[in-house]
């Protein structure tokens, strides 16, 4: 837990500390960080990963406020659930199985739904 949970939260807390330092010395610039819907929903087996994405939620927010005066503007995208073969990887049947019941995107696909994409707007 501890690689994904510093890929999802310092990764995107790192490499918007370096950009922001470029941003500032051009006068301007503009963030864009991904987060997901799971940050502000919660599921089944997605406690960890809904909280990495809450905190780029809140980080993003208040880095929004933070740089104004620098005419620097953050934006997140939030993705929805998407087909993915993270669990492929996995051998342990059980947990394989638990994962791909919760992720519902080929439901959704199957249903005429297309993938969902979330993009935040903060205020300008």
């Known amino acids: 837990m501890s690689l994904g949970t510093d890929t999802n939260t310092l990764g995107p807390l790192y490499t918007t500390d370096a950009a922001i330092q470029v941003m500032k ?4 610039g503009h963030l864009v960080n991904v987060s997901s819907v799971a940050g502000r929903k919660s599921g089944l087996f997605r406690g960890a990963y809904s909280g990495t ?4 939620n809140a980080i993003s927010k208040a880095l929004w406020v933070e740089l104004l005066e620098d005419n620097i503007r953050v934006a997140m995208v ?32 199957a ?10 707007r903060l205020p300008a």
Do not use: Y
Request: proline share 8%.
């Open 78 to 109: 939030e993705p929805s659930a998407v087909e993915t073969e993270l669990a492929d990887p996995i051998t342990d049947e059980e947990p394989t199985r638990r994962h791909k019941r919760s992720l519902p995107a080929r439901h959704l696909a």
């Open 111 to 120: 249903r005429g739904h297309s993938h969902r994409h979330r993009l935040l």
């Open 25 to 28: 010395e051009q006068g301007a």
């Open 53 to 56: 994405k809450l905190a780029v």
